[in-house]
Nanobody
């Protein structure tokens, strides 16, 4: 079992930045690929970014590419999502997730094994 706790959400103006953190506890964090997803009101939860267990490979949704950066610190059992140039359409609850399968990065939320409770990000225009 892995327990995940997100933090760092809040209210920011368009064009601003936020950094989300996801702290893991339980089984060895470094054995999991990690992902960030988001869910806006009335919409399905969607993939945002993912990172391999080593941190060497990342993947991003087209909508955030060039603006968001995923990273991890295995010594701190934490994964981050740096969000720059935020837009009102980035408003959502952001979730981190852990994937026990290490062979490839995944964008399908059904393939992730553990989830955090989410943190709200609101971008005002």
């Amino acid at each position: 079992q892995v327990q995940l706790v997100e933090s760092g959400g809040g209210l920011v103006q368009a064009g601003g930045s936020l950094r989300l953190s996801c702290a893991a506890s339980g089984r060895t964090f470094s054995f999991y690929n990690m992902g960030w997803f988001r869910q806006a009101p009335g919409k399905e939860r969607e993939f945002v970014a993912a990172i391999t267990w080593t941190g060497g490979i990342t993947n991003y949704a087209d909508s955030v590419k060039g603006r968001f950066t995923i990273s991890r610190d295995n010594a701190k059992s934490t994964v981050y999502l740096q969000m720059n140039s935020l837009k009102p359409e980035d408003t959502a609850v952001y979730y981190c997730a852990a994937d026990r399968g290490l062979l490839r990065l995944k964008e399908d939320q059904r393939e992730y094994d553990y989830w955090g409770q989410g943190t709200q990000v609101t971008v005002s225009s």
